[in-house]
């Protein structure tokens, strides 16, 4: 085995042993975590307002720039609007 390819054999190994530990390390605290999960989750009792609901089914429907406030470009129009002293 020559120098050069030595040195491959070894990189090749130290990436792959550190690869392994990469793995093992997230396997590990996945399961050391999910093993404090009950079995059976209790369903939500939130219920959102209703001013929430209606936004999300507008997203729904018409997408996120149905909204002012979440379409790009009208809310930095309102944002300068409502920032902006107006002359009395």
């Known amino acids: 085995m020559t120098v050069r390819a030595r040195w491959l054999f070894w990189l090749l190994c130290t990436i792959s042993a550190l690869l392994l530990l990469v793995v ?15 079995d059976d989750i209790p369903a939500s009792s939130y219920r ?13 429907a018409d997408g996120a720039t ?6 790009p470009v009208t809310f930095w129009i309102d944002h300068f609007m409502s920032t902006t002293q107006l002359p009395a």
């Open 24 to 38: 093992v390390l997230c396997f590990g605290v996945y399961a050391r975590g999910a093993r404090f999960v009950p």
């Open 48 to 60: 959102a307002p209703d001013s929430i609901r209606d936004q999300y089914l507008a997203v729904e």
């Open 66 to 71: 149905s909204l002012r406030r979440l379409n």
